[in-house]
């Protein structure tokens, strides 16, 4: 018992008690900000290796990024990456950060549908499926609900089939020996339901974007209800993301 009290002391509290105010450390690459600093932009968009840096004007689809921070390194005075996670959105086009854009990202309340406040505000279960991942995201998902970051507070858990699930989490680039399973898996979920796209892979294709090992044809036949960029993505980003998404509140 003794020493039981002995690591208590030690450790202090494990939980975050409030996941939106979290501070996470300074290494963390969050959203980026891009000043109005002249550089040369066409060779710093060529130093992207998934092509999520545009021209005309500058401009960076954090759909696409990898985070891997090459732009930064290279072009310091014109790119930088904060701490801020809140990176989630249901409107794709959000994803594209601008030159001097300085407001953080955030849903848009007009796509979010009604079903998904008036069924899933007070209980959320998830069934995620790694379409071709690399288990990062899938490792980020799983944190989610450990002694840190206790998604499960919210009333948020995933389950193991998808009988028992609200909605449908996607990691991964969506490869053609996936796209069937990931297909069966959308159909056994009962209406109505989200479809959340995790990480990087998810949301483009990423670094495998245009391969002919890929099937996205899934993305393109429904309406997708939140995008979680990251490569991979960071729990606080997804929790987040979800909570505005259903309007839970911590309590």
Known sequence: MLDNLKILIHQGRQYIPDVTRAIVPGIFRGRPV???????????AELCPTNAISLNPLSIDLGKCTFCGECAFAFPDKISFTTDYM???NDRNRLIVKS???HPIKLDPVLVRKEIHGYFGSSLKLRQVSAGGDNSCELELNACGNVNFDMGRFGIEFVASPRHADG???TGPITANMASPLQICYDAIPEPKIIILAGTDAISGGIFEGSPALDRSFISKYNIDLYVPGNPIHPLTFINGVLDLIKKQET
């Open 168 to 170: 449908l989490v996607i």
């Open 34 to 44: 891009i000043s109005e600093v002249d550089v040369k932009e066409k060779e710093l």
């Open 100 to 102: 001097g854009q300085e």
């Open 87 to 89: 990176l989630a959105t």
